[in-house]
C-alpha cells in the first residue's frame, strides 16, 4: 500500500512540476493535481496497455517512439475528464507526458533503488544462488522408497 501512495505522490508530483514548467498546462490547485494522477495512474494500467498493443507495428516502426504519443494523448484525456486541469494543444499534452515521465522514471530510480540497497544503489539485492555441490543424494533402496 505504501508503495502505491508513493508512486501515486511521485506522479503529482509530475503533474505539478510540468504545470510549472510547460505553459500550456494549467492546474487549478493540490487536489486538482491528486485527482488527476490517481485519474492517469488508473489509465495507464487499464487502457495504456491496450494502446500499446493496437499500435504495436506503428510503435516497433518508430523504435518506440509512438508511445510518447500515446502518453500525450492520455495525458490529454485525463484533462478533458478532470476540470482544473487544462492542457491547451498536442505539444503541450506532449512536453507534459515528457516531464511526466522523466520525473517519475527518476524519482522510481532512485526511490525503489534506494529502498532495495542503500549501500549500494547501483545493485539490487540478489538472491544466493546455490553451488553446484548443494544438492541432495537421493538412493533408491531395495524396497522401492527413495531415501
Known amino acids: 500500500m505504501i508503495v502505491i501512495i508513493t508512486r501515486w505522490l511521485i506522479?503529482?508530483?509530475a503533474?505539478?512540476?510540468s504545470s510549472l514548467l510547460i505553459p500550456g498546462i494549467r492546474i487549478d490547485s493540490l487536489p486538482t493535481a491528486v485527482i488527476a494522477a490517481g485519474l492517469l495512474g488508473m489509465i495507464n494500467i487499464f487502457i495504456r496497455p491496450l494502446l500499446i498493443i493496437l499500435t504495436l507495428p506503428l510503435n516497433i516502426i518508430t523504435l518506440g517512439l509512438f508511445s510518447f504519443i500515446i502518453n500525450a494523448f492520455l495525458l490529454k484525456l485525463v484533462a478533458w475528464f478532470v476540470t482544473g486541469l487544462e492542457v491547451d494543444g498536442f505539444f503541450a499534452a506532449f512536453l507534459g507526458a515528457l516531464v511526466i515521465s522523466l520525473t517519475n522514471w527518476l524519482a522510481n530510480r532512485f526511490i525503489v533503488a534506494s529502498a532495495i540497497r542503500p549501500d549500494r544503489p547501483d545493485?539490487?539485492?540478489r538472491?544466493?544462488?546455490?553451488?553446484?555441490h548443494d544438492c541432495i543424494d537421493l538412493e533408491q533402496k531395495g524396497n522401492g522408497k527413495w531415501e
Open 127 to 132: 538472491p544466493p544462488r546455490p553451488d553446484k
Open 123 to 125: 545493485r539490487p539485492i
Open 15 to 17: 503533474i505539478m512540476l
Open 11 to 13: 506522479i503529482t508530483v
